[in-house]
Every structure is written in C-alpha cells, then in structure tokens.
C-alpha cells in the first residue's frame, strides 16, 4: 500500500490552503497513494503560537463541516483514505482534531489531541480542550490507522493504546518547528515506538516560515522494525511517499515477543504506588 504525506505551508486564507490540499490529494491519487495523511492544522495558520484572544473559537468549525465535507467528497472521487487535522469546534468546546474519512467518504470517526502542552510560541491550552475521544483504531480500506496528534506522541502509554487496539499504522500530524529540539530526536522517538509496538509509523510536519515560528518539514515513515523507510527533505513543500507491507506488522518482534510477554497485572500495582 502506497501512502502520501502532505506536506504543505499554510497562509492566512484557509480557502486557498484548502484548495491547494485536495489538489495535492488529486497528485497522490495519480502517484498510486491510497492514504493521504496532513500536518497539524494543516489548512489555516497555528494559530497557539500566540496566546488565545477572547473570539479565538470563531476560528474552529464542527465536524463534519467545510473541510471534512470538501474531504470527504473528494476522498470518494480518488477511492482513497484521508487522515485530516483541524481546529474543531463542539458546541463551547474546541479542539485539536483529526477526523479520518474512509476510501467510499465516510467520515469514520475523529481522533481529539489528549494531552495539550503549553510553552513559549505554543499556547496551546489556551486553544484547545484536552480531548476525549481516547484512542481509536480505525478500520479502513487499507489497514487498521491509528493517530497520534503532535504532542501526544510522546506519552508511551497513548502509543501503546493504540497498538493495544490493534493498529498497523499510526499516523502522527505535527507542527515542529526548527531548531524546537535536538536535531533527529523526534525520528528517533517514533523509530522506538514503532519497534515496540510492531506497527508503521509516519510523520507528517507542516512547513514554512509563519509568526514567531518557522516549521520543519522532514516528514517521515517507520517500519515496524524500526527503520526509516522515507523521509522528505526540511524546508520544502513536497509529497513523501512511502510503500508499506502492513503484512510486516504480525512478523515483527513487537507481535511475535514483546506483547505476548507482557506482564500489565504487575504494572498496574507498581503504577498504584507512585
């Protein structure tokens, strides 16, 4: 199965931004992808690198809404699996969302960013509610995904949730910026949690120079064995592609060692004395 990280910069017109994504899902489609995955809040500017005004949920839309909907019609059209990221609103609610659409259009559900940090030119709190949708896996037309927002990559009980549940793939939307953190410590750390839960991993970074920040790039994919089998260069718009053998996920030594040898009765009780 092929996949396609999106990685694109995104200015102050969403409607511009959008335009250029499913236009990016029309080169995918051409290019053989069957998923197509987005950065953190991929269409619209981050907006946490400054902290929130009094209107800042004027920003956010429901799902489904706009984007998902325009999404959704398009993934039908190309028959392929898109994993989105947005700024959703619910009701006085809002949230850093992932709705993940299947290859026929339907929106199969919509994974909210649990743990929301909050630092200098990431303000995040301030935006978003920590999310309440746990940690779903996804049954689609290529594979059971699983997301893993941004900051929630980095939590080891959340990725190993989702291989708990059974995911092959876990689909990691990002917004990191250059210089954020010690040059190859974000790969390093998705090659651990790929190794250790037997699953594929993928990054995708949003790009380009916005208000106090300038983002990355260098999206890229894992393997189940810990290798990294794609990376897109800093600094550049571009579609990363990566061909993934989902077959690798029950041969790895994740599935075939180290979650059969689990022993969760004991972490429980060592975890109630902390």
Not at 147 to 169: K, N, Q, S, T, W
């Amino acid at each position: 199965m092929r996949l396609a990280l999106v990685q694109q910069r995104a200015s102050a017109d969403k409607s511009a931004n959008l335009a250029r994504g499913l236009a990016a899902l029309d080169r995918a489609a051409a290019n053989g992808a069957k998923l197509a995955c987005f950065a953190e809040l991929a269409f619209e500017p981050f907006y946490p690198q400054r902290p929130a005004g009094p209107d800042f949920a004027a920003l956010a839309e429901p799902v489904p809404g706009p984007v998902t909907e325009a999404f959704q019609q398009k993934a039908a059209d190309l028959e392929m699996v898109v994993v989105l990221n947005l700024f959703e609103r619910d009701g006085t609610r809002t949230f850093d969302s992932s709705p993940v659409i299947d290859a026929d259009g339907r929106l199969l559900g919509c994974t909210r960013m649990i743990h929301i940090t909050e630092y200098a030119c990431f303000h995040e709190q301030g935006y978003y509610t920590p999310g309440d949708t746990g940690a779903p896996v996804y049954q689609t037309a290529v594979g059971r995904l699983g997301v893993a927002i941004c900051y929630d990559r980095h939590f080891p009980e959340y990725m190993r949730a989702l291989a708990l549940g059974g995911a092959e793939l876990v689909v990691v939307p990002q917004a990191g910026a250059v210089g954020e953190w010690p040059e190859g410590l974000y790969e390093s750390e998705l090659q651990v949690a790929a190794f250790q839960n037997g699953y594929f991993t993928a990054l995708c970074n949003r790009v380009g120079e916005e208000d106090c920040l300038t983002f990355g790039g260098e999206s890229f994919v894992c393997a189940p064995n810990g290798s990294v089998i794609a990376r897109a260069p800093a600094l550049e718009e571009t579609i990363l592609y990566a061909d993934v053998d989902l077959e690798k996920v029950e041969r790895s030594h994740a599935r075939r060692l180290f979650m059969k040898h689990r022993r969760p009765e004991l972490y429980g009780t060592w975890l109630a004395r902390r």
